[in-house]
C-alpha cells in the first residue's frame, strides 16, 4: 500500500517528566491510496468515547478528501448523529433489516460537513439486538456496496455476538479504552471474546470448534486460560490441526487507542496492553496512540460539535491528529 510522503512521528505522543501531557509534532497527513476501507470502533464498555472519537475521526478523514461514511452500530441505542449535530434521523439501519428499502445508499444522510455522510442506527426497542446470522451478513454485504472511501462503524458496548461479528468483519479493528480498571477489564474481556470467537468461525474441524468453546468456560475441565494453552493442547491432539489454528491466530490484529489520558503513567496503560495481549494471547496490538483529557471535549459534546471543529488548536486535536496518522501507516 503506497503512502503519500508525511513527517515522521514516534508510534506513542509522548508525556514529559513531571507527568502531564505534552503536545505532538503536527504536519501533513499520509493518506493511502487504497480501496473501500471498513474501520470498526469498539470497546469493552460504554462511555469510553467510542462514539465521540469516530465521529471525530470521520471529520479528520473527509477533511483530506476522502469520501466518508459513518454507521451507527449501536443497535437500540444510536446516538451518533447527537454527535454530528444531526435531528432525528428520517431512516435508519432498521429499514434495511426490515426490506422497507433495498440499497443501503438510500439510508445515507448528509451532514453539514463535506465528504462525510451518516448512516443511523436502528432505533426499534426489540428484535435488532438478536440479528440473524444471515441479516449479519447481508448488513456487511451491503456496508461494501456503500459509496465511500472509508466506512467507520461506531459499535455498541458489550460483547454481544452482534458487535463481535460486525468487528471481525472490518478491514481495521480499533479497541478503544480509558485508564479505570473496569475499562481495562472490559477491554480484556472484549479482546479475548472476539479472538476466540474468529478462530470459531475460521475453524471447519468440530472437535477443534469444541475445544474453542471450552477455552471460553474460564473453568474449563482441561485448563485451558490462554489461547496460547488452547494451540498447544490443539498441537498435542492433531499438529496439522495446529498449523492451521495458529495461521489465523497469527492473521489476528487490531489498533488500540486510550482515551482520557490525565498522567504519565495512564498513557504507559496502552503499552502494558499491548505486552499483555502478545505475551499470554499469542496476538499483534498496534498501539496507536492516546487523547489526552481536555475540557474542550466534554464542551464540544454539550454544544453538539465535533472537538476538532470546536477547538482545531487544542492538545486532544493535536494527539488526535497523531493517532489518525499512526492509523492509517499501519
Not at 13 to 35: C, I, L, Q
Amino acid at each position: 500500500m503506497s503512502l503519500l510522503k508525511s513527517n515522521s512521528i514516534t508510534s506513542v505522543p509522548p508525556v514529559d517528566d513531571s507527568g502531564a501531557v505534552t503536545t505532538v509534532k503536527r504536519g501533513p497527513v499520509a493518506v493511502p491510496s487504497t480501496e473501500k476501507i471498513i474501520w470498526a470502533i469498539g470497546g469493552g464498555k460504554g462511555g469510553i468515547g467510542k462514539t465521540l472519537l469516530t465521529s471525530n475521526l470521520a471529520v479528520f478523514l473527509s477533511w483530506l478528501h476522502k469520501k466518508v461514511i459513518v454507521v451507527d452500530m449501536d443497535l437500540g441505542g444510536a446516538n451518533l448523529h447527537t454527535s454530528l449535530g444531526i435531528n432525528n434521523p428520517t431512516q435508519t439501519l432498521s429499514d434495511l433489516l426490515y426490506n422497507r428499502v433495498e440499497d443501503a445508499n438510500d439510508l445515507i444522510q448528509p451532514t453539514s460537513f463535506k465528504n462525510l455522510s451518516l448512516i443511523s442506527g436502528a432505533h426499534d426497542p426489540t428484535g435488532i439486538a438478536n440479528m440473524p446470522h444471515v441479516q449479519k451478513t447481508k448488513l456487511g454485504r451491503k456496508f461494501r456496496e456503500l459509496d465511500a472511501d472509508f466506512i467507520l462503524l461506531d459499535l455498541g458496548a458489550g460483547t454481544t455476538h452482534n458487535t463481535l461479528d460486525f468487528f471481525l468483519m472490518a478491514d481495521k479493528k480499533i479497541i478503544v479504552v480509558t485508564p479505570e480498571p473496569t475499562s481495562i477489564e472490559n477491554a480484556y474481556r472484549f479482546i479475548k471474546a472476539a479472538f476466540y470467537r474468529m478462530l470459531r468461525a475460521s475453524t471447519p474441524t468440530p472437535y477443534v470448534r469444541q475445544l474453542i468453546e471450552q477455552a471460553m468456560d474460564q473453568k474449563n475441565a482441561r485448563g485451558i486460560s490462554t489461547p496460547k494453552d488452547l494451540l498447544k493442547e490443539v498441537i498435542r491432539l492433531s499438529p496439522s490441526e495446529g498449523e492451521l489454528l495458529k495461521s489465523k491466530m497469527d492473521s489476528f490484529r487490531f489498533s488500540l487507542i486510550v482515551n482520557q489520558v490525565r498522567t504519565s503513567a495512564e498513557s504507559k496503560i496502552g503499552t502494558s496492553v499491548q505486552i499483555v495481549c502478545e505475551r499470554y494471547f499469542g496476538m499483534h496490538v498496534d498501539y496507536v496512540g492516546f487523547i489526552p483529557y481536555d475540557n474542550c471535549v466534554w464542551q464540544s459534546i454539550r454544544k453538539r460539535v465535533p472537538f476538532l471543529i470546536e477547538s482545531p488548536n487544542s492538545t486532544a486535536v493535536t494527539h488526535l491528529e497523531s493517532v489518525l496518522r499512526n492509523l492509517l501507516k499501519n
